[in-house]
């Protein structure tokens, strides 16, 4: 009897776990893996312990060991502050994500200031071919949340200045890297510092001009490659640069129309390629960066430009059940609550020649829609299925066709 008595307890308790779990709302989970994932990298770094307490994974054939535990600790936290920077950059909510998001920008002031601090122990490494990259990364947080650089005393802004003018000693490859160099001078002209401006314009006229493809997609240089690189960086890159320049002078008033239709076309594609599950094909570089594949789907739900075909609510359902079957899985998180390589779970051979620890963190922009207020469409409005869903249900939905742009 007492082995039924406890075999029954256990059920009732399962039963009200997964009541617990059921009634959590999207934004509620979201904002939970949010925290699960930045938590280790931006508390770390505030208390100047993030070299000391982050364990450095490396894919099992990497190319340049050394030069690799040198940087992956700039690729966690640039990588982390720009999927987090919209969230932290919002105002209100409830009394409970207040306190959150209170205490995530008392980090993140002292996680910058230790990050640019030469006298720091975790002063980072940003001179470098791969410091370019995770430096355009720690921009377009800054880009992504003027709150924080606002809130920055002046000593740590020119310490911010005096590194990201640092990453202007690598040579961008030609490819998606000239908009790493795009993306920081960008960060100059956003907050009217002296900045160069043949840098912006250099990777905004080559893709715009020369490396669209078509049907809503760029080639990554001069070759297309089948990968999610439209959106880990492409696309967001080009968003945030032209915003900025044309607030400032109009430059790019008539790419910013073209690109919004090419941008709008492959949101499209993106909610397309999120299967009823949550999972999606794991193709091409770089896939170990997980939700990361879909930063463009969210940051256009975020700036709110989806194209007229998504509803925000079947976008945030497809969005969050990327998140559950990339990070809501046994093995995702190291028994301290580091990320693991792979995608799904411990998968280290899905891991390129150049993702370590700190690569992996680009998945934090799959969150950016928590920028926008609870009280907005894209959280409140009632659950509706995403395309995948209504197909492979046997619900009626719309035909999808290719886009001619020119």
């Known amino acids: 009897m007492k082995g039924m008595k406890k075999l029954l307890l256990l059920f009732v308790g399962v039963i009200t776990l997964l009541q617990a779990d059921a009634q959590k709302s999207d934004r509620e989970f979201n904002l939970e893996y ?24 490396l ?38 994500e207040q306190k959150l998001r209170n ?9 910058i200031a230790n990050a640019v601090n030469p006298n720091a122990k975790d002063y980072l490494k ?15 947080g800054l880009i992504r949340c003027p709150w924080l650089w606002q809130h920055l005393s002046s000593q740590v802004q020119q310490q911010v200045v005096t590194v990201l003018i640092a990453t202007r000693s690598a040579t961008p490859t030609y490819n998606n890297w000239i908009l790493f160099s795009g993306v920081i001078e960008a960060f100059f002209c956003k907050y009217g510092l002296p900045y160069d401006a043949t840098r912006i314009d250099y990777a905004v006229r080559e893709f715009m001009e020369h490396w669209y493809t078509g049907d809503g997609m760029f080639a990554d240089g001069t070759t297309f490659h089948m990968d999610y690189y439209n959106s880990y960086v492409i696309q967001p890159f080009l968003s945030a640069i032209i915003d900025i320049v044309n607030d400032k002078n109009k430059t790019y ?21 999120i299967n009823a599950d949550g999972s999606y094909p794991a193709l091409g570089r770089s896939i170990a960066y997980r939700g990361g594949a879909f930063q463009h789907l969210a940051n256009m739900s975020y700036k709110k430009q989806l194209p007229e075909s998504l509803s925000p ?3 945030r359902g497809a969005l969050t059940a990327v998140v559950k079957k990339t990070l809501d899985v046994s093995g995702t998180f190291t028994k301290d609550g580091w990320l693991n390589l792979g995608v799904s779970g411990n998968q280290i051979g899905l891991a390129d020649f150049y993702i370590t620890t700190g690569s992996l963190y680009l998945c934090t922009n799959i ?21 995948a869903v209504k197909i492979w249900s046997g619900q009626n939905a719309k035909v999808d066709h290719a886009v001619d742009i020119k």
């Open 34 to 57: 949010l925290d699960k994932v930045a938590r280790p990298v931006i508390s770390n770094l505030a208390n100047d312990q993030l070299k000391e307490k982050m364990p450095v994974m």
């Open 59 to 96: 894919a099992e054939n990497p190319d340049d060991k050394a030069t690799r535990l040198k940087v992956t600790y700039l690729e966690a936290f640039g990588r982390t502050l720009s999927g987090i920077g919209p969230w932290l950059n919002l105002e209100g909510g409830s009394a409970e």
């Open 103 to 111: 205490q995530y920008r008392e980090w993140t002031l002292k996680a």
């Open 126 to 140: 940003w001179d470098g071919a791969q410091p370019l990259v995770d430096g355009s990364f720690f921009a377009l």
């Open 253 to 273: 008033a008539a790419y910013a129309t073209r690109l919004d239709k090419i941008s709008k076309r492959y949101a499209e594609i993106q909610e397309r390629m």
């Open 313 to 315: 609510a079947q976008v």
């Open 367 to 387: 969150f950016l829609p928590l920028g926008l207020p609870a009280t907005d469409e894209y959280w409140s409005a009632p659950a509706q299925p995403w395309s």
